[in-house]
């Protein structure tokens, strides 16, 4: 009986301090030092919150630069988070990646072979960034979607440009471009 009791005391004080005091003291800790993260990474647009940095969005405008495809059911739903978990034999997959091939070769002729990340969800489904590639590859489209000569072309090259992210510590990932940051500024860009 007296194991018992010690076992429930420390089961109780356990709880306590996983469960309670140890988020407590960690939220307390890391609101003040990373506040931007600790609120979800949130973009606002003249104070109004129009998505997080950290997760993608659907754009299916031609004026707009797209993300990766969601595996994320119909849209890019951070409760529904995943990937799709279809492997390189499935006939679903082969046909999603076809008809996304198409669809990107119709909306950017002439820009050739699609990047395979527009082509393929990540593992989350809810990736907000592309390569440096695929948004080369769609800066036709949307430099004529919004009716831009050539000097607005070039701003808008410039603009990826400065949208580029690094690898993490210079080693980890390639270059990306958050999608959501580089459409809200192609928005101030007019």
């Known amino acids: 009986m007296k194991n018992l009791i010690v076992s429930l005391r420390m089961l109780l004080w356990m709880v306590l301090l996983t469960g309670g005091i140890y988020p407590l003291v960690a939220a307390g800790i890391s609101r003040p030092l990373f506040k931007d993260q600790a609120d979800g990474s949130l973009l606002s647009v003249n104070g109004t919150v129009v998505g997080s ?14 993300p990766r495809p969601s595996a994320a059911g119909t849209g890019y739903d951070p409760l529904n988070s995943g990937g799709s978990n279809l492997g390189p034999t499935s006939a679903a997959l082969v046909k999603a990646v076809a008809d996304r091939r198409t669809a990107l070769m119709k909306a950017d002729p002439g820009a050739g072979e699609p990047p395979q990340d527009l082509l393929f969800a990540s593992g989350s489904g809810l990736d907000p960034h592309i390569s440096l ?5 769609q800066l036709a489209r949307v ?34 471009v958050n999608v959501l940051k580089l459409n809200l500024a192609l928005d101030g860009l007019r």
Not at 133 to 137: I, V
Not at 153 to 175: C, H, K, M, Y
């Open 143 to 176: 430099a004529a979607a919004r009716n831009m000569d050539a000097p607005h072309q070039a701003a808008v090259r410039s603009l990826v440009g400065t949208f580029v992210e690094n690898p993490d510590w210079g080693i980890f990932g390639q270059p990306r």
């Open 53 to 66: 940095s950290l997760i993608a969005q659907k754009f299916a405008a031609d004026k707009y630069f797209w």
């Open 133 to 137: 590639e695929a948004a080369l590859y």
